[in-house]
């Protein structure tokens, strides 16, 4: 087998190279690829492409599509890399916005241009944030294409997805929380949001929470993994960060309610015959020790506040949670720390409003230091 490189621009090459006959036809199979860089690199890359296909390795980076390169990262790393959740987001994202608009362009001739007019397509029935989310699994995929030789630059570095307006968090009102608490008294989604408002945790840490993440002696609650539920069912899974997993303070009033609850909880179980709850049982199972599905939960939540004539989605209990803390005075990192976030900086992105602004107090403060010299 061979090859030869040819000069297109001052540091772009074109990589010729012979994959034999085919023996089908018994006509030669040449092949091109487009590649940056140095001739001396660029003979390298050449001398790579010649042995993987004497291997039988080649892939044919001159006819294969965007969709086709797609079918591999899907396969190849979505299914080792990112959580089920994850790679079904991104599979639905690429399937109901990529493919049919430019799955069909061989990933090689993809340009700058073809992912700005998909982005104009897409702009009339999809909200920013959407497309926001559909640039970022196009730049995320592209960037193992340059990783793995398939392509020599990630075009979606030089489009800029539609701008997302900054949206209003939601944050309860003392009237809103005790009008939906009312509503919700006496059903599961009583504990549950009254937990989610004590802590600030997330929906699916809730449901994951077994009797041996409390010490309700201490007023001490762990969280250590989470529920996700996927098109294939449910499952647990480990903090993405290591802020995630975190132990923090529990209010008098909640550790007062998990009490009653786990009282209930053991009376409803040795009435079913089923005796006393494990140390390892979910707090908030169903009537079976099984897991509650997350999305019945948020549906449960959505027809309580309805009810309660109340807006507002499962996730602004958290919100909420953290509006207090902020006018509490609690800083930025105690805050960050207890509602699990990677880092201040997402606590500042979220909620970075909220905080009081200090700059008069910046000033006074660099005042008395200055007079201080004098």
């Known amino acids: 087998m061979t090859g030869h490189v040819r000069r297109r621009g001052e540091r772009s090459w074109e990589l010729k190279f012979d994959l034999g006959t085919d023996p089908a036809t018994g006509r030669r199979r040449i092949r091109y690829a487009s590649f940056k860089g140095t001739k001396r ?44 959740k994850t790679s079904e987001r991104y599979r639905e994202l690429l399937r109901l916005h990529v493919r049919p608009h430019i799955g069909a362009v061989r990933i090689q001739k993809l340009r700058a241009t073809n992912l700005t007019e998909l982005y104009g397509k897409l702009a009339p029935r999809l909200a920013p ?18 990783n793995w030789d398939v392509i020599s630059s990630n075009v979606a570095a030089r489009v800029t997805p539609p701008r997302v307006a900054q949206e209003e968090i939601e944050i309860l009102t003392a009237s809103a929380i005790k009008a939906i608490l009312d509503k919700s008294r006496g059903r599961p989604i009583y504990q549950i949001a009254t937990l989610a408002l004590a802590t600030g945790m997330r929906r699916g ?26 098109a294939t069912g449910l499952r647990f899974k480990e903090p993405k960060t290591r802020h995630g997993r975190r132990t923090f303070g529990l209010p008098p009033s909640a550790v007062d ?29 169903d009537v079976n020790g099984n897991p509650r599905r997350p999305d019945v939960i948020s549906q449960t939540w959505r027809k309580t506040a309805k009810a309660a004539k109340v807006r507002a989605t499962f996730h602004s209990l958290r919100h909420t949670h953290a509006s207090h803390l902020i006018a509490a005075g609690l800083d930025v990192l105690t805050i960050s720390r207890r509602l699990g976030h990677a880092s201040p900086t997402i606590t500042l992105s979220v909620y970075g409003h909220l905080f009081p602004q200090s700059d008069d107090r910046a000033a006074q403060a660099i005042e008395a230091a200055l007079s201080s010299t004098e």
């Open 41 to 84: 690199d660029a003979e390298i890359e050449l001398a790579k492409l010649v042995a993987a296909a004497a291997k039988g390795e080649q892939v044919d980076v001159s006819k294969s599509t965007l969709s086709e390169f797609l079918d591999r990262w899907e396969r190849d790393w979505c299914g080792t890399n990112v959580s089920p």
């Open 257 to 285: 309610e998990l009490r009653q609850h786990w009282k209930a909880q053991q009376e409803l179980r040795l009435a079913l015959g089923a005796g006393k709850a494990p140390p390892s049982a979910l707090v908030f199972s």
């Open 129 to 146: 944030r959407t497309i926001g989310h559909v640039h970022r699994v196009i730049f995320q995929a592209l960037s193992h294409a340059v």
């Open 205 to 230: 840490e809730l449901l994951a929470l077994r009797w041996q993440d409390l010490d309700l002696d201490a007023g001490r609650i762990t969280v250590a993994r989470s529920l996700e539920q996927t």
